[in-house]
DNA sequence: CGGCATGTTGAATCTAATCAATCCACGTGG
DNA sequence: CCACGTGGATTGATTAGATTCAACATGCCG
C-alpha cells in the first residue's frame, strides 16, 4: 500500500502532467497508486549512468536534475534540465540501455517508480500511456529547441532562450511567479548545457545585467524585462506545448 | 480494401520496424492493412510546415526528407534527416502543433496515413503502440546525440559522425551496404544540420578526402576507412538503439 | 580561519564565419 | 552541338565570436 508520504509524492507527477493535458479522477487515482522508494541524494549525484539498464524510472521531487554525455577530453553536453514532476529517465521504459547519463545539480528528492508498475499503468489506461507518451516527445521538442540554438544562435539568445524556458517550467507546476524563479546553476553549467564555455558566459550574463533584462545571484533569477528578453531571444514557448499557456 | 501496392507501401514501414524490435505476423497484417494515399514530391517541397495541424502522418516511401526550423535572418537548422521507412511527424499523433517543419530533400514518394487510422492500431495493438513509442524515442536519442555534436565536438568529426550515422540507418534497412551508401545532401543541407557554415563544411571534406577517409561525389557516399572513421569522429552507434547490430 | 568551488576579468589566440570571386557539372534551348 | 543559365562546390582574404590561459576575487562551508 503506497503511504501517504508517497501519494503526496505523486501529486508531483500529477501536477507535472496536469500542465500538459488533463487528468480524471480515476488517472490520478491510478497515479496515485504507483508503488515507490523514496530517496534522498546529494548534489552532483549520478542517478544513472550512460549504458545502465535500470529497472525503474526516476521522479524528481524536489530539486534539480540533469541528463548529460561525457566525452572524451572531458568535454560534457548537458541534454535538459528537470524540476520537480519531471521523469528525466521515462525513455527506460522502451530503451532499456542509457545513452546518457542523469545526475542530480541540487541536493534532491526522487522518487522511484518500477517498471512493471509504469507497464502495467499503460496497459490498464492507454490514455496514461498517450500521456506519457506526449511527455517523451515533449522533451524531444525541447532538444530540437535546444538543438537549434546551439546550432544558429548567438550565445546571448541561447542564454535568455534557456532563461525563459526554466520560467515557464516552473511556473507550470506552480515553482516560479513574478518573474522571478530558483536557478541553482552554475556558469559551467549553462556553458556545457549551451554549448558555449563558462568564461564566455559570465561576460554575455555580465552583458544581460548591463542592458536590466535579468537579476541573477543567490541561486535566483529575476527576469527583469520579459517582454524584452523574449523579443532578443526570439523566444517562443510554443515548443513547450504546455496547455496552460503561461506569462505572456 | 488497401491495393497491392498500398501493401507494398507498408512493407517498408515494417522493415524499418523491423530493424528497431521484431513483429509478429498479426502486427505485420495490422500495419499492412493500414489505409494510405500515396503522393509523389518534388525535390526541396515542404510536406508539413511548422504551426500546422495535421491529420495523418507521413511515411517516407522514397527519397529523403528532412525536418528543420527556421529562424530569423533566414537561418535554418536541420534537425533531422530521413529515409525510406521512417514517419518524420510519428509525434503528431500526441502533438498535435507542428514545431517545426518537414520537407523533400529530394524528389520523394510518401504514404500519408490517417491519425485515426494510427490510433486505432495503437489501441488495438498495444504492443505496436509501444514500439512506435519506442521509434519516437529513438529519434530522441538521435536528437541529443546531435546537440552533443553540435555543441561540443569539432565539425571534422560532427561530419564523420553524420556519416557514420546515415550509413548504419540506410544499412539497417537494406538501402546500403559495402561502405557505400547514397548522400543526396548538399554542403548547405551539411552546414544548416551540423551547425557550421557551407564554406566550412567544404574545407572540412577536402581533408577527409586528402586523409582517405571517404569519397564523396555525384550523391554518392564511400566510407573508405570504416574503422579509422568510426575512431576519429569517436562514433559509437549504441545511441540509434538498433535491433540488429550492424557493420563493425 | 582556511580551503575550495565558483565567479570575474584581461590578453592572446584560434576556429569557424563572412564576404566575395571563380569554377564546375549539368541540363536546356537555340 | 554548343552557348548559356543555374545550382553547387571550391578557394582566398578578412573578420568576429568564442576559446584558452592565467590571474585574481568572492563567497561559502566545515
Redesign the pocket.
Known sequence: MPSAADQNAMTQLIRKLESIATLSDKEQQAIQSLPVKIHTLG??HDIVRDGDQPRHCCLILDGWACRYKLLREGKRQILSFHIPGDVPDLQTLHLPTMDHSLATVTKATVAFIPHESLRQLTVNFPSLSALLWRDTLIDAAIFREWMTGIGR????E?IGHLFCEMYLKLQAVGLAEGYRCPLP???????DAL????????????EMRGRTLITL??QTLVIEAWDELLRVSEFDPMYLHLEKRAAA
Do not use: P
Open positions: 548534489a552532483r544562435r548567438s550565445a546571448f541561447r546553476l552554475t556558469q559551467v553549467d549553462l556553458a554549448g558555449l564555455t563558462s568564461v564566455h558566459v559570465n561576460r554575455v550574463l555580465k545571484r543567490s
